[in-house]
């Protein structure tokens, strides 16, 4: 006995294959263009941190006047953790937005 084929449900799969290629794309596209940037809690750093965790730059943004090596140490240390974790609420904040309205195959979400 030969199964029937759906044809309004291929449709829907097509289409909703589709979007989801759309909204990779789109969210892809917004993830080169993400940048995060921190400073450290002592203001002597400033990290920026691209969407995928790599760190795109370091600036020592505040006086160096008697900053030993370990403080400095610390402060950059404590910018690249904190802009790590701010990349990552960005990248997830964005999936959130860019699929929020996805459908799945038969509407349930």
């Known amino acids: 006995m030969a199964r029937e084929i759906d044809d309004a449900w291929v449709e ?11 909204k990779q794309e789109s969210f892809a596209r917004a993830m080169q ?12 750093v400033e990290v920026v941190v691209g969407a995928d965790g790599a760190v795109r730059g370091v ?9 030993d090596r370990v403080a400095l140490s610390r402060s950059i240390q ?3 953790s904190a802009a790590h974790e701010a990349a990552e609420w960005a990248r997830r904040k ?9 459908e799945r195959l038969g509407g349930a979400k």
């Not at 263009?33 to 002597?44: H, K, Y």
């Not at 600036?59 to 900053?67: C, H, V, Y």
Request: overall charge negative; glycine content about 4%.
């Open 78 to 80: 404590q910018a690249i």
């Open 33 to 44: 263009r993400l940048e995060v940037c921190v400073r450290s809690p002592d203001n002597a």
């Open 94 to 102: 964005l999936f959130e937005e860019t699929f929020s309205d996805y």
């Open 12 to 22: 829907a799969a097509i289409a909703s294959y589709r979007r989801i290629e759309e």
């Open 59 to 67: 600036s020592l943004i505040g006086s160096l006047d008697g900053t």
